[in-house]
């Protein structure tokens, strides 16, 4: 009777310690695949992609050079290159003379009594056709008096290639008059006046052959250089 007392004791304390290490492992010895695995989900916040650099040129302008409205004061086409016609010399100044023109004296039928001086550019540059020409006739030591008159209103500039025109009236109000000293003319001079009102001329001069039969007095005139033959063939 005892002794099966004492094996069933013994048996009931194997029990309790194999129920008391699987309460330990229960509470912390869990094996190692039951651990949590690490999430593999999407982030809710999607990455976009690095944004791709503007096709758009930038409009900001170039420092270095400015006008009134910002922009440099010369225009260039793209690549840098100025724009046709971009230079500019500014206002002309110099003088026409015999060495930058050609001047051609001719007679015309209306007005009667008349000479058409034509003075054109032949030069590289433009020029400019100052007041009235001094006009010469034969070895006569003055030039002829001017239509004071026939002032234009501004200076007339010639460009390569183009004209200016004066006229000579060969006699005056004394037309015939021997006091008035009237001659056959076989020689005109042409100078040029300066810029600068000094009353001297400028450079070099023409010498023409005047046209034949060409008869003036003390009273002739010229005009000064017009921009058209009417205009200069008014007076």
């Known amino acids: 009777m005892r002794i099966t007392t004492r094996v069933t004791t013994t048996a009931a304390t194997a029990l309790l310690a194999a129920l008391s290490l699987t309460a330990c492992q229960g509470n912390g010895g869990e094996p190692a695949a039951s651990a949590p695995k690490p999430s593999t989900a999407t982030p809710s916040a999607k990455q976009e992609p690095a944004a791709k650099p503007s096709a758009q040129p930038s409009t900001e302008r170039p420092s270095g050079g400015s006008s009134a409205n910002g922009s440099s004061g010369q225009s260039s086409e793209p690549g840098g290159k100025p724009k046709a016609g971009a230079e500019d010399d500014g206002p002309v100044s110099t003088p026409c003379t015999g060495a930058t023109t050609k001047v051609v004296v001719s007679k015309v039928t209306r007005p009667i009594n008349h000479l058409l001086l034509t003075v054109t550019n032949t030069g ?95 009273d002739a005139r010229v005009t000064y250089w017009q921009r058209e033959m009417d205009q200069a063939l008014t007076f």
């Open 124 to 218: 590289s540059r433009a020029c400019n056709a100052y007041g009235a020409p001094f006009v010469g006739f034969d070895d006569a030591q003055a030039p002829i008096g001017v239509f004071d008159e026939s002032r234009p209103q501004a200076v007339v500039t010639l460009s390569p290639g183009e004209s200016a025109y004066a006229s000579v009236t060969l006699s005056g109000e004394r037309g015939g008059d021997p006091e008035a000293h009237g001659r056959t003319v076989r020689k005109v001079s042409v100078h040029f006046a300066p810029g600068d009102g000094s009353g001297g001329s400028v450079g070099s001069g023409a010498t023409l052959v005047a046209p034949s039969g060409t008869y003036a007095d003390d």
